[in-house]
């Protein structure tokens, strides 16, 4: 008999090791996934999308329910797990239904943070991390109602931009001193907020809410120099945090996430985590090609054979149209690297390459963004770019002329 494993959560990491098991060790477990949406797995990234409107919700599911069904998983969505009873191998459900495992998995995926400002409970105040979130923030769209977004990350700028292109009059607010600052540098940010001001949103930097205002329902939002903006809705965009409580109640060691090996296995006995509820190596990833790779080792390790994770190297690519940034590895540099820059404000367009060492280790792309997967392939491969170095910022085509 098939040995039994679950998967709490329904989300792109579970999907991603089933098909990943599929491959290495069908049959070898009777694999249940137990997720809270009410709807099949979804490609969550595309969220945006169908928020901007670009991409139908029906059209982003991951695998059709037959798939499931064709690899033997009992699916159960629209159900969340309640309790995990690590010693007695079972877990608890809606009803206080007990389902038994031999092996389990956490793929919970992360929540939206709540800021911690007066306000916070009234009506009116979203989050945008679920099919159901983006059918709430359509319909405040639909109603041309006043929003102001809270974040100026990823996630913010698409619930931005998707909000304005369906009619709403949009304000963005950050904390910090320019957009997306874990993507992006000083010039590649104020490039940034000059295109995104262009699609009509209107962005205020170093702003800090001090209170959502309103009796029942939102009314506006106050910042901590006094200032105030009329609002009719609040987006809460301003980051996410691993969602461990099922496993930390369990006894199961977590830190801001659930920690993990390079097996992915947890510091309980065949009890692994994957995807954005983990934590690897003091690292939460809060994007899903790492939770990829770590689907592909967890499979390989479930099927018995010698798998390790050892960190990804994370790249972002914002999705609004019409405006390409892209961002990969140590941007930044350190004292001993260098940078390659090319800066033409007037085309939009911003290029930085950090090269330590003879190789490329970090990229940013604003306005262009055509060679990005060349650049990520490199600073993934570590080879040495000496034979390239002068030409690899005009692009794949140029270098590779040239050295040939
Ligand atoms: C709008 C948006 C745009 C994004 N864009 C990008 C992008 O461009 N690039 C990128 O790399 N990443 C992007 N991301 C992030 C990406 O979607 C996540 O990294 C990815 O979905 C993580 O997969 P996961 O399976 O770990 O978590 P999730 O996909 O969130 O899945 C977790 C699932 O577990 C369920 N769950 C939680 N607790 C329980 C429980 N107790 N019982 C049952 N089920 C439970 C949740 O309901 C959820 O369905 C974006 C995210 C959003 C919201």
């Not at 877990?91 to 992360?110: Q, Y």
Request: charge should be neutral.
């Amino acid at each position: 008999m098939s040995e039994s494993l679950v998967i709490v959560g329904n989300g792109m990491a579970a999907a991603r090791l089933v098909d990943e098991l599929a491959k290495v060790a069908l049959g070898r477990y009777a694999v249940a996934v137990i997720g809270d949406e009410p709807r099949l797995a979804y490609n969550r990234v595309l969220l945006s999308s169908v928020l901007a409107g670009e991409t139908a919700s029906h059209e982003i599911e991951l695998r059709p329910a037959d798939w499931w069904r064709d690899r033997g998983v009992t699916l159960k969505y629209g159900c969340a797990v309640r309790e995990v009873d690590v010693g007695r191998r079972e877990l608890k459900i809606a009803n206080e239904e007990s389902i038994s495992f031999s092996k389990l998995v956490f793929a919970t995926g992360s929540n939206p943070l709540r800021l911690n400002v007066p306000g916070v409970e009234l009506t009116g105040v979203h989050t945008f991390r679920d099919s159901r979130d983006v059918d709430l923030l359509l319909t405040l769209a639909a109603g041309k109602k006043r929003v102001v977004v809270v974040g100026g990350g990823l996630l913010g700028l698409e619930a931005a931009y998707g909000l304005a292109k369906a009619g709403a009059p949009v304000t963005l607010l950050h904390l910090m001193d320019r957009l997306m600052e874990r993507q992006l540098d000083v010039p590649a940010g104020a490039l940034l907020k000059s295109l995104v001001e262009k699609k009509g949103i209107k962005v205020l930097l170093n702003a800090s809410t001090s209170r959502i205002l309103g009796e029942n329902r939102v009314e506006g939002v106050e910042l901590n120099d006094g200032q105030r903006i009329d609002a009719d809705a609040v987006i809460l965009a301003a980051g996410i945090r691993p969602n461990i409580m099922l496993a930390k109640e369990a006894g199961i060691p977590v830190n801001r996430g659930i920690v993990v090996n390079d097996q992915l296995q947890t510091g309980s006995d065949g009890i692994f985590a994957l995807g954005e509820c983990a934590e690897h190596r003091g690292i939460c990833y809060g994007l899903v090609e790492p939770a990829y790779e770590q689907a592909r080792v967890l499979a390989q390790h479930l099927a018995g054979r010698s798998a390790a994770y050892g960190g990804s190297v994370v790249a972002t690519n914002l999705k609004v149209s019409g405006v390409s940034v892209f961002s990969a590895g140590n941007f930044l540099g350190n004292d001993g690297s260098e940078a390659i820059v090319l800066n033409d404000i007037r085309r939009g367009t911003y290029k930085k390459l950090v090269i330590e060492d003879g190789r490329l280790t970090g990229a940013v792309l604003v306005g262009d963004i055509t060679d990005a997967l060349w650049y990520l392939e490199m600073i993934r491969s570590r080879e040495k770019i000496a034979g390239i170095r002068k030409d690899m910022m005009f692009g794949r085509a140029a270098a590779l002329q040239v050295a040939a």
